[in-house]
């Protein structure tokens, strides 16, 4: 099967996936979400919550409230998630970044996402996989995320792909022209299916069995 095959087959077999979209419940605001991508590095959500709930108690998620904190102030509030040296600064960082964009989002949005992420890939802390995160589920650019849940599919259904995080993109997403919704969909699916399927006995009873991804 082709890529886009695949992400309809995934789609019709596992239907909807709720997702880190803002308004929705696991959600409030873009620059949740933007915290959080920073926050889940290296541990899981369970770890995030309470950094987040503190982050949400002091500043309400406002960058001008993020941006009066210091690296000494943050570090309490986001202890739960560790790696905390690494990650307050990053989070002020990105603070500071919406700053000078004067916390316009709809105005980030206009931007090209080569721009953008070349913006975010500055900022010490914020690496391919969660630029590419910030981009797709809050500045509106559709892309492919090369986490460990797609390299197990993907070597699964037989693909060689190669090593690093951009070739492994590029690659699909020459084969790959679907829009935002549908990237958003794509990378929740990929992640739920790899929650459910952990390990070989678990794929060769799965519904992608047998399949074979042709890159």
Known sequence: MTIE???????AEMGP??????????????????LGAI??????????????INLKR??????VKLRALTPTTI????RSSGFYNRKGPAILALATWLGQANDDL??????????????LMAITGIGNETADYILMYTLDHGTFMVDTYARRLFAWLGATMPKTYPAFQKQVLRQFPLGLADCQEFH???????KQVKDD?????????????VV
């Not at 997702?19 to 605001?29: N, Q």
């Not at 959500?45 to 950094?51: G, L, Q, Y």
């Not at 002091?58 to 960058?63: A, C, E, K, Q």
């Open 201 to 213: 006995a678990d794929f060769a009873q799965s519904f992608l069995a047998g399949q074979r991804l």
């Open 75 to 78: 570090t309490p509030l986001i």
């Open 17 to 34: 996936q709720p997702w880190l979209k803002p308004g929705t419940p696991w959600a409030e605001t873009p620059v949740e979400i933007m």
């Open 39 to 52: 926050l889940v590095q290296n541990t899981n959500w369970r770890n995030v919550e309470p950094s987040l």
């Open 5 to 11: 095959e695949l992400y309809h087959r995934m789609a």
């Open 106 to 119: 709809a105005a980030l949005k206009q931007r090209s996402g080569s721009s953008l992420r070349a913006d």
């Open 58 to 63: 002091v500043t309400g998620f406002d960058p």
């Open 188 to 194: 929740a699916l990929i992640d739920e299916f790899g």
